[in-house]
Every structure is written in C-alpha cells, then in structure tokens.
C-alpha cells in the first residue's frame, strides 16, 4: 500500500538505538546516575526477553524493539575497538613501558591465580571436567574494559592499576581461545601449531605497524590538517584504527591489539588530542550498542525462576576477585583504598567472559546450559559494575580515613578548586582572605587529610571521573580553578568542562606559555603560565629593591604580558587574543 511505513529490520533497530541514546543520557544526566546503567536496561526492555517478546501480539512493538542481538554484534565489538584505540592514545610508548611491572606482574598473577583458583572450585563443587573448569574459571576471570576504563580512567591510582590487569587480559584473551581448541574434544595438535603460527604472524604484523606507523602516521594527519577540513581528519582517523584492528585480525590476534597500537602510535604525535576529540562521540555511541547487547541478554523470567544459584553465583565471583585483587595490590605496595576500590571494581566479569564462553561451547568444552547459565551471570555482573564502583569508592574512603564529599545544599555559590597542592592551598588561601566560599579536590587521601587538619574545606574525589565535579555542585560555582601539574589531565579536563558547561569560568594553571596556548584552545577562560608570573614577579622584586619607582615597574610588566599574549595568538593560532590575567586583577595591580 503506497504510504505504509516499512522499515528494515536494521533502520528500525538504529532508530531504537539513537532513540535510546537521546533518552538516556539526559535524563541519568539529569538525576546524576551513570548512562552506563540506562544503556544496559534499556537492552532488557527493548530485547528479545523485554516488548521484544510481545511484537507478535503488538505489531506495533516492532517499531520500539530489537529483533535480532546478533545483528548488533559488530558495532559492539566497533565500540570496544575504539575504547582501546583511546586507551592507546591517552598512553604513550614509554609509560607503557614504566607499567611494564604492573601490566606483566599484577596482571599475569591476577589473572592465573583467579582463573586457576575458580577453575579448581568448579571441578571439584561443581563436577566439571578439567578443561571445562578451566575454561569458566579463566572466562570469570576477566574483568569489562568497556565498563571498567570509562569510569576509573586511567591516570588515577585507580585506573593506572585496573588499566594494568586490564591490558594483560586483552593480550591473553588469544591464547586462551586457541588453548581452548586443543582441549576440545578429539582435538589433535592442530590447537598448538595454530597457536604458534598466529603468535609469529601477530609479531610480524605488530612490528610493520609499529615501524610504518611512526613514519607514514605524522604525515597522513599534517596533510589532513592542512586541509582544514574535519571530515577529513575524521576519515584519517577511522583509515588507522580500522585498518589497524583489520592487519592484527587477519593474522588471528585480536583486532583489539591492532587498535590499542594504532592509539599508541597517534599518541606520539601532535595531532593526538584533536584524534581523541574527534573520535569520542563515535565512541560512546557505539560502547553504548555494546552495553544494549548486554542488556538484551538478561532473561528476568530465567533470573527470577532460579534466583538463589544466580544470587549465589554472582555474590561468590565478586567477592572472590574483589578479594583477590585487593591482596594482590596490596602485596605490590598499593595503598589500603586503591586496593580496595580496585578490587571492588574488577570484581565483575568482562564481555570477554562471553566470547570465551562461547569459543568453550563451539569447542565442545562446556555445554550449552552451563555456558548460559554462566553468561546470564557475567550480564548480572556487567549491570551492577557501576554500583561496584560506587561501592570501592565509598570503601576507598573509609579505609583510608578521607572525607567524603560535602552535601548538595552545601554546595552552591562556591569555587571548585580542582588540586590540593602547593598552588590549590594558596588559592584557596586568597579565598578565604576575601570571604569568598571554595573547596578543594583531590584524589590523593593524604593531601586532602592534612589539608582539614590545617583547617582547609577539602574533600577527596577525581574531578576528571564521573560526575565528581556535579556533586560539588559545578552548575553553580562561580568558577573552576585547575592547579594541578599535569598538563595533558588539565587540558582534557578544560576541554570537558567547556563543553559541558559553555558560561562557566575556567582558570587553569599552565606550566608555560606553549601550555597556556593549548589551554585557551581547549576552552579555558584563563590560563596562568606558572613560568612567565615567576619571572615578572621576580623581575618586579628586583627592580623596585633596586631603586626603580613603582609605576615604571608596574607598567614595564603590564607592557611584557601584553607581548606574551600577541605571541600566544601568533603561535597558538588563536583566533583572538588572550588574556593572562583578568581586567579586574590588572586594574587592582
């Protein structure tokens, strides 16, 4: 009939999906919770165990369901792909590197000694054969990168020690699917030479990447910035991750790998920043397809009818890793609460889990039931990681003594200042000579302690995670002053708050001028070059101690800001210029 509304089953699942989305993330937004949880039930509702269930009675469900899990399965997989290409561009080769102890001592004993310890529990609780224990206990074993990494980031304690454990299971989940195949049933050694022949492959093929990268990488984004042209730059983009994860597939390795050294490479360069800026939207939509699928494979109606061994299950896997981790960091000099909420946090399984499941049942090794009983677990896991989280930070506190953050009507009307340092303590101090309400954050427990003791209004959080900063109440400070000395941190938590935030005051403390120029680029409304003010200020000292009036002086000082500023606009490529100081504080000078 002309006129009747036809959708493909594809077009119908990409509205639901983009309708999810719009949804979502406003309104857990709005009521401060993470999209991470909206995503997963938005996947029950809308799944084959949802209405997804109901569309043969109620044609009209069609419109608002998905039909088909499988379909979705390769943009899932696209968004862990980017997940880790941003990994890799956050990292660089040589804190890769500095990591190399955590990555290959903390994650190897966390791996073997979780995989084989509920291996062994499975085999002798739960009857299982030797190569199907194994293959459950290790699958448990894994924890989710694609949940995991957004929310501990990767430059905290926290997330520098998950980051490590994290990157070890990705470098295994290979051998551990082809050891699979040997164990299968009736398998001759086709398992091992397969093995070998991929890991020499995958070496080959990791070091062309690593050497053409390095010289074609810098040259491919300097032509497409030159173009001026974002689209362009975007297409260059998708070219090397996708190009990347495809040479790692082909040769059997996971195209995870391709796409983390791919990030590791671009992170060498220049054009890094404006990459991961360029990339996050495709990201976060495509990890939330991921935490769809995830949802639609939750069963209620199966949870409901067995729920004590699924209770059961889940409670003894989380406690089991979270404790398991938590001393294992603990042994490698970790402190009391990054152990904790790290342990807590890795205590869920991973999406990982469900890919070995499944290569365990395609090789025979576990059977069918076992392998779904044991998914709808890892879904349960996966759906609760975010109140995981909540949960290490809140024990992270408490065992290391550090405040938690004030109330919400405590927190109007007051300057965020984000660093509890040398310069956060002296900002802080101007403040309260002026009467003017603040509070400080950090993630580091013993500055914020001695920071209360010596009187100061400090509470202990990360402002680049989650929603550290909205609880403190940043839609209504006046302003947000970063102090820290970390200069990429600074610059991806300026270009965030802007984009959040578009009226609110930034000012940033920069480590020089080059600093200061990427600063007001990425949204700052002042950024400070702690190099450049030592030096007028102590030029200031000098000439006033020698002899020289005051005005001269002060007029010689305004007279070098003003020539810094034309050569941040000339070097930086601003499109105005900046100011290194207020209008205010210039006047009061």
Do not use: C
């Not at 938005?42 to 009209?60: D, M, N, Q, T, Y």
């Not at 769809?292 to 409670?315: P, Q, R, Y």
């Not at 839609?475 to 200069?487: C, K, R, S």
Request: proline content about 5%.
């Amino acid at each position: 009939m002309a006129g009747e509304l036809e959708l493909s089953p594809m077009l119908s699942d990409a509205l639901v999906i983009l309708g999810a989305a719009g949804i979502v993330i406003p309104v857990f937004a709005r009521f401060r919770i993470t999209p991470i949880i909206g995503f997963i039930l938005i996947g029950v509702a809308v799944g084959p165990f949802g209405l997804g269930s109901l569309v043969e009675r109620v044609p009209w469900l069609y419109y608002v369901t998905i039909s088909d899990r499988e379909a979705l399965a390769p943009f899932a997989d696209f968004g862990i792909v980017l997940l880790l290409f941003a990994i890799g561009l956050e990292l660089s080769f040589n804190r890769l590197w500095e990591m190399r102890r955590l990555v290959f001592g903390l994650g190897a004993l966390e791996l073997l000694i979780i995989g084989a310890s509920l291996a062994a529990f499975l085999g002798v609780a739960g009857s299982m054969s030797l190569a199907g224990a194994l293959a459950v206990g290790f699958a448990l074993a894994f924890s989710s990168t694609a949940i995991v990494l957004p929310i501990s980031g990767t430059r905290t304690p926290v997330g520098r020690a998950a980051l490590s454990m994290l990157l070890f299971e990705d470098i295994m989940i290979v051998p551990i699917i082809f050891i699979l195949g040997a164990l299968a049933p009736n398998a001759a050694d086709e398992g091992w030479s397969g093995l070998a022949e991929t890991l020499w492959q995958g070496a080959l093929v990791v070091g062309v990447l690593l050497v053409a990268g390095r010289f074609a990488l810098p040259r491919l984004f300097a032509q497409a910035a030159r173009t001026k042209n974002p689209e362009l730059f975007l297409a260059a983009s998708l070219l090397v991750v996708i190009g990347a994860s495809l040479a790692t597939a082909l040769v059997g390795l996971s195209p995870i790998v391709g796409a983390l050294i791919a990030g590791l490479l671009i992170a060498e360069t220049e054009y890094h920043t404006e990459v991961e800026l360029i990339m996050e939207p495709f990201k976060g939509l495509a990890l939330g397809v991921f935490l769809i699928t995830v949802g639609m494979s939750i069963n209620l109606a199966e949870i409901a009818a067995s729920f004590g061994a699924f209770a059961a299950a889940v409670v003894g896997v989380l406690v089991f890793k979270a404790v398991v981790t938590g001393i294992l960091l603990r042994l490698m000099g970790a402190r009391r609460g990054t152990a904790a909420e790290t342990g807590v946090l890795m205590a869920s399984p991973s999406e990982t889990t469900l890919i070995v499941l499944a290569a365990a049942t395609s090789a025979l090794v576990v059977d069918t039931e076992t392998a779904r009983f044991w998914q709808t677990v890892t879904a349960i896991g996966l759906t609760i990681t975010p109140l995981l989280a909540r949960l290490g930070a809140m024990l992270a506190r408490r065992v290391d003594g550090a405040p938690a953050a004030p109330l919400e009507d405590d927190a109007a009307e007051r300057t965020i200042i984000v660093g509890g340092g040398r310069v956060g303590r002296l900002v802080a101090d101007m403040m309260q000579a002026h009467g003017k309400p603040y509070v400080m954050i950090d993630t580091d427990p013993d500055l914020v302690t001695a920071a209360i003791r010596d009187g100061y209004r400090a509470t202990f959080g990360d402002a680049a995670r989650g929603d550290a900063l909205a609880r403190l109440g940043v839609e209504t400070a006046p302003a947000v002053v970063l102090t820290m000395d970390q200069p990429v941190l600074a610059q991806r938590l300026v270009t965030k708050l802007r984009q959040t935030y578009p009226d609110l005051l930034i000012v940033a403390r920069a480590r020089d001028p080059d600093h200061a120029a990427a600063l007001y680029r990425a949204g700052a409304s002042h950024a400070v070059p702690e190099t450049l003010e030592a030096s007028l200020q102590l030029s200031e000292a000098v000439l006033v101690e020698i002899g020289v009036a005051m005005g001269p002086v002060i007029a010689s000082i305004h007279a070098k800001r003003d020539e810094y500023r034309e050569q941040l606009e000339r070097d930086g490529g601003l499109s105005e210029k900046p100011k290194l100081r207020s209008s205010r504080m210039a006047e009061g000078t």
